[in-house]
């Protein structure tokens, strides 16, 4: 979201971009990082989304 990363893949790309788009219609919004290894349900589930690609 603050653009620190780069992706050669298109699908992602999109995607940022609509997200951006979206976040456009709020008068505010934030985001908070939380660390994998502090989130282990997130992380877990991150994993197994991408296994199922």
Request: proline residues 4%; negative net charge.
């Given at each position: 979201?603050?653009?620190?990363?780069?992706?050669?893949?298109?699908?992602?790309?999109e995607?940022?971009?609509?997200?951006?788009?979206?976040?456009?219609?709020f008068?505010?919004?934030?985001?908070?990082?939380v660390?994998?290894?502090?989130?282990?349900?997130?992380?877990?589930?991150?994993?197994?989304?991408?296994?199922?690609?």
């Amino acid at each position: 979201m603050k653009g620190a990363w780069d992706t050669n893949d298109p699908e992602l790309r999109e995607k940022r971009v609509r997200v951006h788009e979206l976040l456009e219609r709020f008068d505010e919004w934030s985001l908070t990082h939380v660390p994998r290894e502090v989130n282990d349900r997130a992380d877990e589930l991150a994993n197994e989304a991408l296994d199922d690609d």
